[in-house]
């Protein structure tokens, strides 16, 4: 069944209605067409991340130069003859548009650009989807969920949390998975952005968004909105929903230019192919430091994506092909974790921008015209809340509007536009400011870190080797420990238990380890269950120690150190010629998941440097455990040493200047 009249341009400039509509790629999964109006069928055109590079036209003629393209009416809502016009085709528009059409609302969808490579780029890929968010999306269209759910990785089924970016130590662990399994709640993910918004824009159909349209103005006379495109074109509607970003015009055209606020911090971000040790146990790490941080997750596919933030004025610009170069020079010192990280990734795979945000306001919006997402609360990235809060809008927004119809309906009485969209306002902006100042928090805190007495003093920093705890640190973990697990349950919880539409379950695709509650407690326990390969790498300036050791976890062969071959040895001699290496130095052995080494009373001892650079000696005759990312020093004099290192695949080591780049080969 086809609409008679969707679209009447207010001055068209020709008889023709030409639109631009979003693509269906081809390889979209056969099932999946059902779902679609039998006008869309899948394009054969080359896609690039899932859009298409060139767009077709689609033109109509009609009577006085009015389109009447063909639409399917919703499958179980009866038309609501109230037309919503979005400013705006990104996950936040989208998702509302999608809720408004489930509810039975005329959409119209301006996006300037679906095809752009939006914000940081192809590289900024993977989006954040928790718990609360994925709900609300059930709530919405359980198929759509379903697509997004199953297209993306799963990461709060592992630890996440934060650590010393020195040291790599864990500071806090964080548990995303209970407050989601304990609400019946879908476990967080990580998705594609490009792909995200793909489903979305199936979902709610080309024939709802108009591509290649921008709403640069609007007029409310009370009883309608006029929209105004930079094409000169004009288009009515009952309401106008802003969800045009952080430089929303909607905004603009509302409450006047105002300029976004600067966080202090430029991002770097990027995606590496790079598999760590600990990917069956970790999910994302944030790493803390004085002024500068540095996040990593997991996103599927063998692959990882990161952020690093570092704290100076905005509008810097890098030297050609210097990203890595500087990136690597700002986090120099920092552990394994993100050395390896920053090392895996292609120079022209990392970009760079200032993080700005919006402070919440009272006024979303005005009469018939309201705002959704980044256009009102442009957040911080710390908690991964941004486009989480915006497809809550979404959901919240579609709702009111469905009951201030359902009233219209009962009444017969028009419907009350304005009352609303500030029930929608005020139903949100508590929350909302809330999570807004937890991301600010979070970003505080995180560059604020201090390990130990001394670090940012400048003329005090010797006191930091003295690794005297930080007063800050003791006291924030504290703090941490107590109003993590309540502010998580908080803000992933969302409004899951008021959600219509759908119920308390959890999915069976969302099972988490049996030994999550034990790895978030003992460290031990986390570092058995690593399932990857350790290697000794040799370091310094010698030539005696200059061979990779693979380290096997067979219990009855071990690895005897040495200055000399010795054949008559069970397990494994290793001959290292060395001043300071005695003729049988040391035994490395493995036994109940972890690898000891032990000093066979050598003259010049057995050192063991850890990552918080505490070197001591081993006891002779005594197994003494290490642990990945420790040093092992064969002599006094650091000529033969070599660091411990846990990983997926057999590394690649590539020649620098004499020393040795560790790299993950995937």
């Not at 979005?86 to 509302?96: C, K, N, R, Y």
């Not at 995200?196 to 409310?220: C, P, Y």
């Not at 040093?631 to 990983?647: C, N, Q, Y």
Request: aromatic share 10%; net charge neutral.
């Amino acid at each position: 069944m086809s609409s008679t009249l969707l679209y009447n341009p207010i001055n068209p400039s020709t008889a023709l209605y030409s639109r631009t509509p979003f693509l269906i790629p081809k390889d979209f999964p056969a099932e999946l067409c059902g779902r679609l109006s039998p006008n869309q069928k899948p394009s054969s055109r080359n896609l690039e991340n899932g859009f298409s590079k060139k767009f077709t036209t689609r033109a109509k003629a009609a009577a006085g130069g009015v389109a009447e393209p063909a639409r399917a009416e919703p499958p179980s809502k009866e038309k609501k003859k109230m037309r919503v016009l979005v400013a705006g085709g990104g996950i936040g528009g989208l998702v509302f548009a999608l809720a408004a059409k489930r509810r039975g609302f005329d959409v119209v969808v301006f996006e300037k650009d679906l095809s752009a490579i939006r914000g940081e780029g192809q590289y900024r890929g993977p989006i954040q989807i928790q718990s609360n968010a994925l709900a609300a999306l059930e709530a919405i269209d359980m198929d759509v969920a379903d697509e997004v759910l199953s297209s993306g990785c799963i990461t709060g089924d592992r630890i996440n949390g934060l650590v010393d970016g020195i040291s790599g130590n864990w500071y806090v662990k964080f548990d995303t998975f209970t407050p989601a399994a304990e609400r019946g709640l879908p476990v967080t993910r990580v998705i594609s952005r490009m792909t995200l918004q793909q489903i979305l824009a199936r979902a709610v159909g080309s024939d709802i968004i108009i591509n290649d349209s921008n709403v640069v103005d609007f007029t409310d006379d009370g009883d309608k909105v006029t929209v105004t495109l930079g094409s000169g074109q004009s288009y009515e509607g009952d309401l106008l929903i802003g969800a045009d970003g952080i430089y929303s015009k909607v905004r603009k055209n509302l409450f006047g230019l105002t300029d976004p606020i600067y966080s202090g911090y430029t991002c770097y971000t990027g995606i590496a192919d790079f598999v760590p040790a600990d990917i069956e146990t970790v999910g994302y790490r944030v790493f803390l430091g004085h002024k500068q941080y540095f996040v990593s997750s997991d996103v599927g596919g063998g692959k990882m994506q990161w952020y690093a933030f570092y704290n100076e004025k905005p509008g810097g610009v890098d030297d050609p092909k210097g990203k890595k170069t500087r990136l690597l020079k700002l986090f120099d010192g920092w552990c394994d974790n993100v050395i390896d990280l920053l090392l895996a990734t292609d120079e022209d795979a990392i970009l760079r921008r200032d993080i700005y945000d919006r402070t919440p306001t009272f006024s979303w919006g005005k009469g018939r015209v309201t705002l959704l997402g980044d256009s009102v609360h442009a957040m911080q990235p710390n908690l991964g809340q941004g486009g989480c809060m915006a497809i809550e809008d979404g959901y919240q927004l579609a709702m009111e509007l469905d009951k201030a119809w359902a009233q219209s309906v009962a009444t017969g009485t028009q419907i009350d536009v304005v009352s609303s969209l500030k029930r929608y306002e005020n139903a949100r902006k508590l929350r909302v400011a809330v999570i807004h100042g937890l991301a600010r928090m979070a970003a505080i805190m995180a560059s604020t870190y201090k390990a130990y007495l001394g670090v940012g003093l400048g003329p005090l920093s010797f006191l930091t080797k003295f690794r005297i705890p930080h007063p800050g640190r003791v006291g924030g973990r504290v703090f941490i420990d107590i109003g993590m697990p309540l502010m998580l349950s908080w803000v992933l919880g969302g409004n899951g238990s008021k959600l219509e539409g759908r119920a308390l379950q959890c999915r069976l695709s969302d099972k988490a380890s049996d030994q999550l509650r034990t790895w978030f407690s003992d460290d031990e326990a986390l570092e058995r269950a690593l399932d990857a390969d350790w290697f000794l790498f040799p370091i310094g300036d010698s030539t005696a120690a200059s061979e990779t050791i693979f380290l096997s976890r067979d219990e009855k062969n071990p690895y005897v150190i040495g200055s000399v071959s010795h054949a008559n040895v069970p397990g494994v001699s290793i001959a290292i010629p060395s001043p300071q290496v005695s003729e049988m130095h040391a035994k490395i052995t493995y036994k109940d998941g972890f690898f000891y080494v032990t000093d066979l009373r050598s003259e010049h001892g057995t050192w063991i440097a850890d990552n918080e650079d505490k070197r001591f000696r081993v006891s002779p005759n005594f197994p003494t455990r290490f642990r990945p990312t420790d040093v092992i020093e064969f002599g006094s004099d650091k000529k033969v040493a070599f660091r411990v290192k846990a990983m997926k695949l057999a590394p690649k080591a590539t020649n620098k200047e004499g020393e040795k780049e560790v790299l993950q080969a995937v």
